[in-house]
């Protein structure tokens, strides 16, 4: 079953100087995380930001659960590759934000927060600033904030890329982990998650499936089904006969269009 | 690792602490800070007599005038009228600079409106413009002198006010927007604090321009207050008593400056990183 559905989308910047994506195609299926891979300028951020009604197309539409998307909803929430934390609230309060203008009763929101800053390793800096914090950590926190709000699809853009090679693959086992707990992925909350990054080994660590876009205008070069059995930690996909085939595969679809 | 040859001596067999000499010892910043205000004020009560006897006072008799002035009421009474004004001025200035900040710092053509007559009113040296806000209120009680101290202190929080909130993070305004944010919440959690420490920073600015403000209305406009009682002894040469206002004003405005620098570190600790 789809659960987000882009028909024939359509973005230009500048007033239609620049086509960032023309008539792009693409489904995304219930419970299954689905990694947008595209070189760096393709437009999957863009993209991102028009399925949760951040930005809106100039053409087609982006349909979520039947409805068309217009604006932010409850049932979804986001993680920034900026992290995106307010430097004035404390971690606990940067975790209750989403869950707080959610309107949840105070003893529900407390109950989140000290849940899901546990489930990401933040219990002990409840009361830290994020300026306190090491990059990683804050990222926990953005991650622990959407959480909170038991979301039925998680968008997630780039969040990791601004991130250390060793702490990028902690966080990318956290992630793997945490969907992979019984009663969080399937159990109400977040099922389907979207993945943007420009990494094909993170794409093939924690995707089901991975569309490759092209340079801009971005279009769907390929659907690539990552057939690596769950429960899955990166060095066990690594380690995994089928990630060098899919690696190349990517890799020879995103260098060709470079070379092109 | 080598091996000392014979003759030489061995580091480690040196005493651990070499007794100091204390004229060795290094001075603490405050110790030479100390001194220099000591050793000043020492050639100035000694020396500054014998130089010209009619300005430059000794500080001893400088601390009697403080005290004769405290002593007959004088003092009081100026503070009290200059007090009142610089309040009534710094209030109106932070509240209308903050408010007028905040819409134009919102709204494009709020700040379009306003923006040239900040830039013009700006860019006059304040000073030049209380003659006429003397003649515009006809030098009668406390109205001119309050509204130069609203000219001189009202630019600096205005401007701040109005950058902090047209700098706020873009990226924390989508995220706000990606949780759903109300109109009133994306205030209180986002704008207003992003603004804090350009409307503290404001604030300060504000409070040496409003000291300023003060004195030069006391000067030009009205027979009250630390800046006329300046005057006065200023031209009766009583240097000593003319000293005693001029303390005041100081430690006024130090103290005050410390005031908010507490706040600004109570308020926003997130800008204090580096430390």
Same mark, same amino acid.
């Given at each position: ?260 | ?85 610089? %309040? ?113 920073? %404001? ?18 406009? %009205? ?34 400056? %410390? ?17």
């Amino acid at each position: 079953m789809n659960r987000i559905v882009v028909e024939g989308a359509t973005k230009r910047f500048g007033s239609g100087a620049l086509t960032v994506f023309d008539g792009l195609e693409l489904a995304i299926h219930d419970s299954e995380t689905l990694c947008i891979l595209g070189p760096s300028g393709c437009g999957k951020t863009t993209l991102l930001r028009c399925m949760h009604g951040l930005a809106h197309l100039d053409g087609g539409r982006i349909v979520i659960d039947d409805l068309e998307v217009r604006a932010p909803r409850r049932n979804v929430a986001m993680v920034f590759q900026h992290f995106g934390l307010m430097p004035w609230k404390r971690v606990s309060e940067n975790v209750a934000y989403g869950v707080e203008l959610a309107g949840l009763e105070r003893q529900t929101i407390d109950q989140r927060v000290l849940r899901y800053t546990e489930m990401v390793g933040l219990t002990g800096f409840e009361r830290s600033y994020p300026y306190q914090l090491s990059g990683g950590m804050q990222q926990r926190a953005g991650l622990a904030r959407a959480l909170a709000l038991e979301p039925d699809i998680l968008l997630m853009d780039e969040p990791f890329g601004s991130l250390d090679a060793q702490t990028r693959e902690i966080l990318q086992d956290e992630l793997l982990r945490i969907l992979q707990t019984p009663g969080v992925r399937g159990g109400g909350a977040p099922s389907t998650v979207v993945f943007i990054t420009h990494s094909i080994e993170e794409a093939i660590a924690l995707g089901d499936r991975i569309v490759v876009l092209t340079a801009r205008p971005a279009r769907v070069r390929d659907t690539i089904l990552v057939d690596i059995p769950r429960p899955r930690t990166v060095a066990s996909v690594v380690a995994h006969p089928r990630f060098v085939e899919l690696r190349d595969h990517c890799w020879r679809l995103l260098r060709e269009r470079l070379v092109a | 690792m080598t091996v000392p040859r014979v003759g030489e001596v061995n580091a480690r067999a040196r005493p651990i602490a070499p007794a100091r000499r204390w004229w060795r010892a290094r001075p603490s910043d405050a110790m030479i800070r100390v001194a220099s205000v000591l050793v000043v004020l020492g050639i100035w009560e000694l020396f500054g007599p014998l130089l010209n006897p009619i300005i430059l006072r000794p500080p001893s008799q400088i601390v009697r005038a403080f005290a004769d002035l405290i002593a007959n009421g004088e003092l009081g009474v100026a503070m009290v009228q200059s007090m009142r004004v610089f %309040g009534a001025g710094l209030a109106i200035a932070l509240a209308a600079g903050i408010t007028l900040g905040i819409v134009s710092g919102r709204s494009r053509v709020i700040y379009n409106v306003l923006d040239p007559w900040i830039s013009a009113l700006y860019s006059v040296p304040s000073v030049a413009l209380v003659p006429l806000i003397a003649v515009a209120f006809q030098y009668s009680g406390d109205a001119p002198r309050v509204a130069t101290v609203v000219l001189f202190a009202i630019f600096p929080i205005l401007i701040n006010t109005q950058q902090g909130v047209r700098n706020v993070d873009p990226g924390l305004l989508e995220v706000a927007r990606a949780f759903n944010t109300s109109e009133r919440r994306l205030w209180g959690d986002v704008i207003v604090p992003a603004a804090m420490p350009f409307i503290l920073a %404001g604030i300060r600015l504000a409070i040496g321009r409003a000291l300023i403000g003060m004195i030069i209305a006391e000067f030009l406009v %009205g027979l009250a207050g630390l800046g006329y009682l300046i005057i006065v002894y200023q031209n009766t040469f009583r240097i000593d008593k003319m000293f005693v206002p001029v303390i005041v004003v100081a430690a006024f405005g130090i103290a005050l400056m %410390g005031l908010v620098q507490f706040v600004e570190s109570r308020v926003a600790p997130w800008t204090r990183r580096e430390q």
